[in-house]
């Protein structure tokens, strides 16, 4: 098996390829080995590398998150983790957790909106969320008030320094263009 690895604008994570699908059912990202604990071997035992502190599973790829050290020493560990946990057929997520959770919280915007919330969920699915997966990251909607669009970032998008750039020069202009409504997009806290 060859796990292909990518940087990501973000010098924090490492995005590993090992050319397989990793996740049919949407994102799923463990913030802390607690949560990976619950729901997944394969994240569970990537946290149990010193210095890992996030993982995210995208469709074929997961992304994986240092707190400290330098990725040539983290990489090795990393690569052999995922390579023998695949190998072995082992499940990616346990019993009950198969549907990936994508609960960022409950999404908000008032009723009156909900053709507006539709084009701006439309363009993000369709134009954002491709291009910042393949950065190794997810960005999924979560609210709009007062002409701000709010968005959950993940993955290799949270803590990115260009993330504000991402957020104010890439999505804010692509929405504000096809939404004239949307004033301003902001990341929601972590």
Request: proline share 6%; net charge negative.
């Amino acid at each position: 098996m060859f796990i292909q690895t990518e940087a990501t604008p973000n010098p924090a994570t490492l995005k590993f390829l090992p050319g397989r699908v990793i996740s049919s059912n949407g994102v799923a990202e463990f913030r802390n080995a607690g949560e990976a604990a619950e729901r997944s071997p394969l994240a569970a035992k990537l946290f149990a590398i010193p210095g890992v502190n996030g993982v995210l599973f995208g469709y074929d790829f997961i992304t994986v998150s240092k707190e400290s050290g330098e990725w040539e020493h983290l990489k090795p560990a990393v690569l052999g983790t995922i390579m023998e946990h695949l190998m072995a057929d082992a499940p990616i997520m346990t019993g009950e957790a198969t549907a990936f959770d994508h609960s960022d919280g409950e999404e908000f915007f008032a009723p009156e909106d909900a053709d507006i919330v539709e084009t701006i969920k439309e363009l993000i699915e369709t134009r954002v969320r491709p291009a910042v997966a393949r950065d190794g990251g997810d960005i999924t909607f979560r609210g709009f008030e007062h002409g701000i669009v709010y968005l959950n970032m993940r993955g290799s998008c949270a803590g990115c320094p260009s993330s504000t750039a991402t957020l104010k020069h890439g999505i804010e202009n692509l929405l504000r263009h096809f939404v004239p409504e949307v004033q301003g997009v902001e990341a929601m806290p972590q």
